[in-house]
């Protein structure tokens, strides 16, 4: 049975879903561990300069195709040209690969937060609790498949309201409570050091592989080149503005993560007496740091609980938009019932996850050029397949469909003040530089040239 297609209420409705599924382990988890690995003020840069051209450009491309079309990712581009429905599928497969390992970190910060709620607070904050942690074969995997499981109950259930209202409440909270931790961390000694790091630009540690991280992570964390704002634009009201959502869903996205890497890259320097070797520790960075840092503050394991439970919130927003796109995607292929696609999803990313978690322990000798298997999910898609769906989207729109087409659309009862600025990156900028980039990183990781 067709359900009618529904709208977000009120103009700050939409910003605030499409806020829910961008703000996630992405800003907290991701944004810090990557700008501590390529050269700190260097990536941050990028980032930006990347967030207000690219991500500015591509998100407004993305919302515009979803309320020009009235359609989900896959019918969308194939509304618009009978022979681009490709893109739409590329973009589909790529939540799907990431909802596995995203799950897997969401268990570990399921896991942090119950360690913080019975009293494991100071235990959590030795060397080797995290590594010994993942290492374990089975009690990553159950915190993985609590999460997992969460995230399909509310799928299941249909519940994302009741999700999105607390997370409404979550969120400003969130915000607060990370500006704290940061300016905590500053105050640790040693931490002086980071904060210069994180915020000045060393060129000399500029590469395309930086540009690249940056890229993968900005898709990454406004969610998008995996067709999901495409989604979120389809159920966009016309008289809500496309180019002011936009700005507002950025400044909050990016604003989240440089809080991030405030709170998280000083406390580096300080915990580790300036050695710049612990800046590269990874995907276990937040678990590794955060635990001194509370175990340092007075009150810490009280701040720790509290702050866990927000970024399992966060978390779970994002998991839930990456699993309601798999399963409608499910449910439009096959023809499956609501039950039957999120329980065929719910097995299918149980089968994904379980390597990845098992990458860190049993199975830490499965690596593919030096990635560990939760890393390599997490490169090919955010560093391969998300900047290939980004060019080929750029090109269909640049030079099949024409910018005029969207323009038009976002234009409708607003001006649209970044116009020239959209038309020439969609034309011209974005992709000869994915292309660039792209070839040279993989060549790259594959160790053929050093860029
Ligand atoms: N943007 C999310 C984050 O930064 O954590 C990750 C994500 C969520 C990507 C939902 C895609 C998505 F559909």
């Not at 491309?61 to 581009?77: L, V, Y």
């Not at 399921?110 to 913080?116: G, P, V």
């Not at 509370?294 to 994002?318: E, Q």
């Amino acid at each position: 049975m067709a359900e009618k297609r529904s709208s977000f209420t009120g103009k700050i409705g939409f910003v605030l879903a499409a806020a829910g599924s961008a703000v996630g382990l992405g800003n907290i988890w991701r944004f810090p561990y990557l700008a501590a690995k390529y050269g700190g003020g260097i990536f941050l840069l990028v980032y930006l300069v990347l967030a207000v051209t690219f991500g500015f450009a591509l998100m407004c491309a993305e919302i515009a195709i979803g309320r020009k079309t009235g359609q989900s990712a896959i019918n969308a581009f194939k509304s618009l040209d009978k022979r681009f429905g490709f893109i739409g599928v590329i973009a589909a497969i790529i939540p799907a690969l990431i909802l596995p390992y995203y799950s897997v970190i969401g268990g570990w910060v399921t896991k942090y937060l119950y360690a913080f709620v019975s009293g494991d607070a100071t235990a959590s904050a030795s060397d080797t609790y995290f590594t010994g942690f993942i290492a374990k074969p089975f009690e990553p995997i159950g915190w993985f498949m609590i999460f997992m499981g969460l995230t399909a109950l509310v799928v299941l259930f249909g519940v994302e309201k009741g999700v999105e209202k607390v997370s409404k409440i979550m969120m400003p909270v969130l915000v607060v409570l990370t500006l704290v931790i940061a300016v905590y961390s500053m105050t640790v000694d040693g931490a002086m050091a980071g904060v210069k790091y994180y915020l000045m630009t060393d060129f000399s540690r500029f590469s395309a592989t930086t540009v690249l991280a940056a890229m993968g992570q900005l898709f990454y964390s406004m969610s998008l080149a995996m067709g999901i704002m495409i989604t979120y634009g389809s159920y966009m009201k016309k008289d809500v503005s496309i180019e002011k959502s936009v700005r507002q869903i950025e400044i909050f996205d990016t604003g989240i993560a440089f809080l991030a890497g405030m709170m998280i890259i000083p406390a580096v320097f300080a915990f580790s007496n300036g050695d710049e070797a612990a800046l590269g520790k990874g995907p276990s960075l937040m678990f590794i740091t955060l635990p001194k840092v509370f175990n340092s503050m007075p009150g810490g394991a009280f701040i720790g609980a509290t702050f866990f439970l927000l970024v399992l919130f966060a978390a779970l927003t994002s998991s839930i938009s990456l699993m309601e796109t798999v399963v409608s995607i499910v449910r439009d292929k096959f023809g499956w019932g609501r039950k039957i696609s999120c329980l065929a999803v719910f097995i299918f990313c149980v089968v994904l996850g379980i390597p990845s978690s098992l990458g860190f322990g049993v199975w830490d000798f499965v690596t593919v050029a030096g990635l560990s298997i939760l890393d390599m999910f997490d490169f090919v898609s955010n560093s391969v397949l998300m900047p290939i769906v980004a060019f080929l989207t750029c090109i269909f729109i640049g030079y099949v469909i024409k910018p005029k087409a969207l323009i038009e659309e976002i234009e409708i009862g607003v001006p649209f003040k970044a116009k020239t600025l959209f038309t020439v990156i969609i034309k011209y900028v974005a992709p000869v530089c994915i292309i660039l980039i792209l070839l040279s990183s993989v060549l790259d990781v594959l160790g053929v040239m050093k860029i």
